[in-house]
């Protein structure tokens, strides 16, 4: 190294120190709002004096520094990335200029022999790689996940046992849209977990739906085809609100279950950190000794199960199309890492594989879990953001039949035809058939896998003899003997029968199983689902097809039907069913209880409440109030008329740059009139409080949020024709008195009284 690049950087780094310790006196009396663009705060002007890059953010991890073949390095995650104080091609040739072309003068041509020219165009041309078919628009993170070792009776996978710690990576995201497409719509969501265990990696690729669309894989492509936008105008993007979709389920009714889902509030989380997770397939546990067992596996939210209401989705596609993505990575930069249980419903391996009359290797069933409770097994904590979207969160590649020893498959024909096709899509996506070369993807295990060459071969393979048997290598690799675990499917017996192209009877009954997730809702998210339905089948063109799908709800539930008729003007049919021959009539099953959403409290970490201010306000209330918000794991944020400060508060959301959606609460510590910029609708102008602020407290009361006002906060209640004695509205002249209360309500998530047909309870 140049003696004056050591000097530099070595000045660099005392630079950084003693910027990282200002920062961190900083935070330490104000955290600041997460959000951060980078992990230093920019200068006005451009800099100019050579440095290292910038450290990654705080909250940021990256893939585990690990080698093709997944050895353990010493090599640093700051060192897989950009390195040097100067701009270099790709090559590592340092460069002057990258503003202008190499021309045969200033106003010349542009020269064919412009290497850089020609490598950072091409480079730029070929950045995108085609994007996933489904589960397009991703987020993610990286955490670990810790045992509890209760599984070990069922099952002999390591990751499994007590106390151990297993690097996870876990993407989330909505099946149908583009990369482009908005987070809040209705639609399922996918739930996919890589454990990079000591065995080998396990991914537990599964949804936030505990049930698919359809019973066999083949029909994959249909229920695609028909979901994605129409192929003429490649319209409506991230929507089931129109004619093809309505088309297909309506004809094909095994799907009926898994529409009901998603038109209750399950179809639109309020978060991924509030979403449950789902395997959707039975899979075969296997023990230490052999002895096997049928599973179903379920991801369960430390923070509960929470959904947006229909307005609010409309809003937050509109303000702010990134919410979920934005979500996951602010709560974890803020400290409130969200978790997960891992758990399990365990039934016995019989020849019939069926449980109290339900067929485990059908995926659109679920089994009530008031007849086989689901037993927590670990605990998975998502604690660092991914350093770089493209590296991680794009090129991470999931598949069902990456497994370890004790779990195993079942003959689920929708798990069947997934084991082919996601290992096949990733040969276009990935380019090529070393996609588990690339670092998210590296296993944190010793591989030695015989596979040779081919696209993107990162590693260098020594010896001569890549196949089995050999001598040339000394017979490396060798087969695990008896005395080493290892990866082998269970003996299960095939039944005897002819090859055929139909489902077994138990396939039938499409409409028992909806009709008990309808009758288990409380009576405003059933409101809620008949509204859903009401739109959705609005939004299309074919009267026929509103029509069709009429009659399936009147074969899962007379009430649910007549909402959905009266919402579309149509006439309420007397009975299905429609286009499947031979479908079962519905049977009556118990409500499951598990299924609502209403009517539990749950951790308030991550949740955002908003503090109205204005100059007036009693500073030493607000920063009491933002401590205590702070301390109960919530994240404050300082709303005023301008940014900057408003004596000597720091503010982090302006009235013209906040939404109710992006709150879960509202604290008024002031009635701020109409501000400079505020853009007056009638006599607003000579209104006591500013319009935009009126219109968040209106949304946030229709949206069944917690409010809260002392002082002076009290009268833009008035302001805003907000009742003061309305359930979930605060009111005191003391800020400790309003906090505390406000706090609470929101482990209820919503004030569910203010919702048409919702309990008090």
Known sequence: MDPTDAVRQGADKVKRAATEAVHAAQDAIEPPAPGAPGSEPPTVREPTEPREPAEPKHDQGSPATRTPTGAET??????????????????????????????????????????????????????????????????????VFVGYGNA??????????KDVKTPVFTRFSPVVGSRGSADAVRDTRGFATKFYTDEGVFDLVGNNIPVFF?????????????????????????????????????????????????????????????????????????????????????????????????????????????????????????????QWELGIQVFPDTPEQTFEGIDLLDPTKVVPEELAPVQP?????????????????????????????????????????????????????????????????????????MLRDGWHQDAV?????????????????????????????????????????????????????????????????QE???????????????????????????????????????????????????GDVGVQRAQDMPPSPALSQVGQEWPVAGRVVGIVVDTDTDRGQVDAVRRRAIGDGLVPLVIAAHGGQVDGTSVQRTFATTRS?????????????????????????????????????QEAFRHAKPIGAWGAGSAALDAAGIPRSAPGVVVDENADTVTPEVLALLGRHRVWERLTGASAS
Not at 80 to 91: D, I, K, S, Y
Request: net charge negative; glycine share 8%.
């Open 661 to 697: 959606v992006e709150l879960d609460a509202v604290l008024l510590a002031s009635c701020p009139p109409p501000a400079p910029d505020a853009d007056p609708v009638g006599d607003a102008g000579a209104a006591p409080l500013d319009p935009r602020i009126a219109v968040l407290l």
């Open 214 to 338: 359809i019973q066999d894989a083949i029909k994959f492509p249909d229920v695609v085809h028909a979901a994605k936008p129409h192929p003429d105008r490649e319209i409506p993007q991230a929507q089931s609100a129109h004619d093809t979709f309505w088309d297909f389920v309506g004809l094909h009714t095994e799907a009926s279950h898994h529409v009901m889902w998603q038109m209750s509030d399950r179809g639109i989380p309020r978060s991924y950190r509030m979403m449950e997770g789902f395997g959707v397939h039975t899979f075969r546990l296997v023990d230490a000794s052999g002895g096997t067992s049928l599973v179903k596996f379920h991801w369960k939210p430390r923070l509960g199960v929470h959904s947006l209401v229909w307005e609010e989705a409309q809003l937050v596609n509109g303000v702010d199309p990134d919410f979920h993505r934005r979500d996951l990575a602010d709560a974890i930069e803020s400290g409130a890492p969200p």
């Open 74 to 143: 010493s090599t640093g995650p700051e060192q897989v990335g950009q390195q040097g104080a100067h701009l270099t091609t790709a090559q590592g040739a340092r460069l002057r200029d990258t503003d202008h072309s190499l021309k045969a003068g200033a106003r010349g041509p542009t020269l064919l022999q412009d290497h850089h020219l020609r490598e950072k165009i091409m480079h730029f041309d070929h950045e995108r790689i085609p994007e996933r078919v489904v589960h397009a628009r991703g987020a993610a993170a990286h955490g």
């Open 528 to 578: 809620h689902t008949i509204r859903a339905y009401t739109f959705e089948l609005g939004r299309c063109y074919e009267e026929a097809i509103k029509e069709r799908y009429l009659g399936v709800l009147a074969e899962i539930d007379a009430d649910l039907c007549a909402g959905v008729a009266r919402g579309l003007g149509l006439d309420v049919p007397s009975r299905g069913p429609t």
């Open 461 to 525: 393979h020594s010896g001569a003899a890549p196949y089995k048997p050999n001598s040339l290598d000394g017979g490396c690799p060798f087969f695990a003997g008896a005395d080493v675990e290892a990866l082998t499917e269970v003996a299960a017996t095939v039944p005897e029968g002819h090859k055929v192209r139909e489902s077994p009877a138990s396939y039938a009954d499409h409409f028992t199983q909806p009709r008990m997730f309808f009758r288990s809702l409380s009576p405003v998210e």
């Open 377 to 449: 097994v670990g605990l998975m904590t998502l604690d660092a953001n991914p350093t770089n979207y493209f590296a991680e969160t794009e090129q991470v590649a999931f598949h069902p039949g990456h497994l370890v020893p004790g779990i195993d498959v079942t003959d689920d024909p929708l798990l069947q035809g997934r084991l082919f096709s996601y290992l096949d899509t990733q040969l276009t996506r990935l380019g090529g058939p070393n996609f588990a070369q690339i670092p998210i993807n590296r296993p944190h295990a010793p591989v030695n896998d």
């Open 152 to 161: 070990e009776s069922v099952c002999r996978a390591t990751f499994l046992g």
